[in-house]
T-cell receptor
Framework: DQQVKQNSPSLSVQEGRISILNCDYT??????FLWYKKYPAEGPTFLIS?????DKNEDGRFTVFLNKSAKHLSLHIVPSQPGDSAVYFC????????????FGKGTKLTVNP | DADVTQTPRNRITKTGKRIMLECSQT?????MYWYRQDPGLGLRLIYY???????NKGEISDGYSVSRQAQAKFSLSLESAIPNQTALYFC???????????????FGPGTRLTVL
């Protein structure tokens, strides 16, 4: 049973436009959500996170939105840059982040110049 | 210098061989994790350790064992490797900062293991 779902395996956008990556979850105990970015031949790197007490968190070009009622979160990248091309993983945990992470399958973002 | 290192970075082995993957960290974190990544399947947790005396099975621990030799070292062993253990393996670390606070995991560069 997949608790964290990223239903789009890939996404392609033009440089300068907005990239929207989506993530759905099924476990209502999840209260902390993270996005990781992964380049080929490297480990995932932490990008941005959000606690369930918030519905939005922003860090520069990256914004994560959380809709608890829909059990849905999204990552917005504005403006998208070619260097953003990577695989993005959504992850969730319970108890304020103190429990182990559950990852989605990832979405490969390609930003075309 | 990298905070989380993994050795080897690449390994090709044969079915039935014993393999050990090593992870070291200089972040001073208590918690360490082993994941595997397969194409289209994301990251799945194999084992995790919240301190030197604490070892826990993750989602897919069958066929694997671990050893937490010190706070900074966490090894993953495949006692008798099989082809479906061919995957990318990642070590991660984290440090609990209190209830309601973040527990971000920091990943090593990965080990690509191929079992023939």
């Amino acid at each position: 049973d997949q608790q964290v779902k990223q239903n789009s395996p890939s996404l392609s956008v033009q440089e300068g436009r907005i990239s929207i990556l989506n993530c759905d979850y099924t476990n209502s105990m999840f209260d902390y959500f993270l996005w990781y970015k992964k380049y080929p031949a490297e480990g995932p790197t932490f990008l941005i996170s959000i606690s369930s007490i918030k519905d939005k968190n922003e860090d520069g070009r990256f914004t994560v939105f959380l809709n608890k009622s829909a059990k849905h979160l999204s990552l917005h990248i504005v403006p998208s840059q070619p260097g953003d091309s990577a695989v993005y993983f959504c992850a969730a945990s319970a108890q304020g982040g103190s429990e182990k992470l559950v990852f989605g399958k990832g979405t490969k973002l390609t930003v075309n110049p | 210098d990298a905070d989380v290192t993994q050795t080897p970075r690449n390994r090709i082995t044969k079915t039935g061989k014993r393999i050990m993957l090593e992870c070291s960290q200089t972040k001073g974190h208590d918690r360490m994790y082993w994941y595997r990544q397969d194409p289209g399947l994301g990251l799945r947790l194999i084992y995790y350790s919240f301190d030197v005396k604490d070892i826990n099975k993750g989602e897919i621990s069958d066929g694997y064992s671990v050893s937490r030799q010190a706070q900074a070292k966490f090894s993953l062993s495949l006692e008798s490797a099989i082809p479906n253990q061919t995957a990318l393996y990642f070590c991660a670390t984290s440090h609990p900062v209190g209830t309601g606070s973040t527990d971000t995991q920091y990943f090593g560069p990965g080990t690509r293991l191929t079992v023939l």
